[in-house]
């Protein structure tokens, strides 16, 4: 019994025994940036890596509530680039990631660049490491919070965040007892979507459970007056399965294990361009309190994907689109590895001090079966391995309770080895 099955019936059952199924609302026309965000004193965790009054920082934060997000018709997981809009300073890709391809998901903040600003899902970089673009798909459905920090994040988070931090916080498990939330929505261009979140906790443990499938046939991009016997709409279906598990260790230590499975199909105009991919994600994370009130925690994280994508050449023209020809085939296995420690000490009232260590493995390829009209003509592999980690620490300051000093400093090393190119079956250009 596949997924597809199981969304397409167990949901409408859930639904029809009495769990409610959450209707999107209208996004308001004249509704303001400002309106989606908390007052100023609210508490925010990325700016600082500590948690910190947002009235008492440097940083111009962005905080977009629970409350908030289900108000807006983009309150699914996979929509969070649609939802990002409407915050200033962040620029998603032109396309939605519901249409766009994989290797063009991205977010700019202050216009610095799409492989320059950082993504995290509960603290876990959600940019691909080996291709640099933003995997929205991996976001579950349960989202509670979103901290957007523009501006330099490298003395703290490294070279990804040179403009700056988005930080996607989900539901956490919790709480005694038990419940189920389903939803189902459906709209033209046969899109519909269903998904349902489970959670079970008792004093000192809790189990979150998450699933989601979406199917669209999206749209045709090509104008009707070009279009030829060749276009289609540009398709999308994913599953994503997200589960996460906490238990208190101690009074003062809390242990959480988390992973997920992401699984989409695309095609993107014509019959022959298609992608596909494959996502397994996993986190281990362990974090506690000293008797003094000082703050520490360890983080471990692993992704493995592979992404398989096809493209073709439209004959005889661009602009004369009567049939298309493979041009290439190509399979990029990836795996990414880090892991983050920090420490957070209260030295009085009016000074914390933060220092960490965080490090990250990448290791991928590119597998290329290039095409001519008449069939393969070529093959190249080409890959590599990065290494990288960095020490960071920062000093947060307040000699005056309207005054607040923040230095931060971070030192980075890197290298990369394994790289190779092998080339079979004459001339070939990537």
């Known amino acids: 019994m596949g997924p597809s099955f199981v969304f397409l019936y167990l949901v409408p059952l859930l639904i029809a025994l009495g769990v409610p199924a959450a209707i999107a609302q209208e996004f308001p026309e004249n509704r303001t940036e400002t309106e989606l965000a908390v007052d100023v004193g609210d508490v925010v965790v990325t700016a600082t890596r500590l948690p910190a009054l947002s009235?008492?920082?440097?940083?111009?934060?962005?905080?977009?509530?629970?409350?908030?997000?289900?108000?807006?018709?983009?309150?699914?997981?996979?929509?969070?680039?649609?939802?990002?809009?409407?915050?200033?300073?962040?620029?998603?890709?032109?396309?939605?990631?519901?249409?766009?391809?994989?290797?063009?998901?991205?977010?700019?903040?202050?216009?610095?660049?799409?492989?320059?600003?950082?993504?995290?899902?509960?603290?876990?970089p959600l940019n691909d490491g080996f291709g640099g673009w933003v995997n929205w798909g991996l976001v579950p459905d349960a989202i509670r919070r979103i901290e957007v920090v523009p501006g330099?994040?490298?003395?703290?988070?490294?070279?990804?965040?040179?403009?700056?931090?988005?930080?996607?916080?989900t539901e956490q498990p919790g709480g005694?007892?038990?419940?189920?939330?389903?939803?189902?929505?459906?709209?033209?261009?046969?899109?519909?979507?269903?998904?349902?979140?489970?959670?079970?906790?008792?004093?000192?443990?809790?189990?979150?459970?998450?699933?989601?499938?979406?199917?669209?046939n999206g749209y045709i991009t090509v104008p009707s007056y070009q279009r030829g016997a060749i276009d289609r709409s540009d398709d999308s279906r994913h599953e994503n399965f997200h589960g996460m598990f906490s238990t208190a260790l101690t009074s003062h230590t809390v242990l959480k294990i988390s992973g997920g499975l992401f699984h989409e199909d695309r095609t993107f105009g014509t019959p022959l361009s298609v992608a596909s991919r494959t996502i397994g994600t996993f986190a281990l994370g362990l974090e506690g309190e000293t008797p003094r009130g000082d703050h520490w925690e360890t983080t471990l994280f692993g992704q493995s994907q592979t992404f398989r994508n096809l493209t073709s050449q439209i004959s005889p023209?661009?602009?004369?689109?009567?049939?298309?020809?493979?041009?290439?085939?190509?399979?990029?296995?990836?795996?990414?590895f880090g892991g983050l420690s920090q420490f957070g000490m209260q030295v009085d009232p009016r000074n914390r001090v933060l220092v960490g260590a965080d490090a990250r493995a990448i290791r991928g390829q590119s597998e290329d079966q290039l095409f001519s009209p008449t069939g393969p003509v070529g093959r190249t592999v080409a890959g590599g391995t990065q290494v990288?980690?960095?020490?960071?620490?920062?000093?947060?300051?307040?000699?005056?309770?309207?005054?607040?000093?923040?230095?931060?400093?971070?030192?980075?090393?890197?290298?990369?080895?394994?790289?190779?190119?092998?080339?079979?079956?004459?001339?070939?250009?990537i």
């Open 176 to 216: 005694v007892g038990g419940a189920v939330r389903a939803e189902s929505r459906a709209g033209n261009l046969s899109t519909y979507s269903n998904a349902v979140t489970s959670r079970y906790g008792t004093d000192r443990t809790g189990l979150l459970l998450s699933a989601r499938w979406f199917h669209t």
């Open 317 to 336: 023209s661009p602009l004369v689109r009567i049939s298309e020809v493979r041009d290439r085939i190509q399979t990029i296995p990836s795996n990414d």
């Open 388 to 429: 990288g980690g960095g020490l960071f620490a920062e000093w947060i300051a307040t000699p005056l309770s309207s005054l607040t000093i923040i230095p931060s400093v971070r030192m980075d090393w890197w290298k990369n080895f394994d790289a190779r190119i092998e080339s079979v079956g004459g001339a070939v250009t």
């Open 55 to 124: 009235a008492t920082l440097p940083a111009a934060t962005t905080i977009l509530t629970q409350d908030a997000i289900q108000k807006t018709p983009f309150r699914d997981g996979y929509q969070v680039d649609d939802l990002l809009r409407y915050v200033p300073e962040v620029q998603p890709a032109n396309l939605s990631s519901r249409y766009n391809h994989p290797t063009a998901q991205g977010l700019s903040l202050r216009g610095l660049g799409t492989r320059r600003s950082l993504v995290l899902l509960d603290g876990v």
């Open 152 to 169: 330099g994040g490298s003395s703290l988070y490294g070279t990804w965040a040179m403009g700056g931090v988005v930080h996607l916080l």
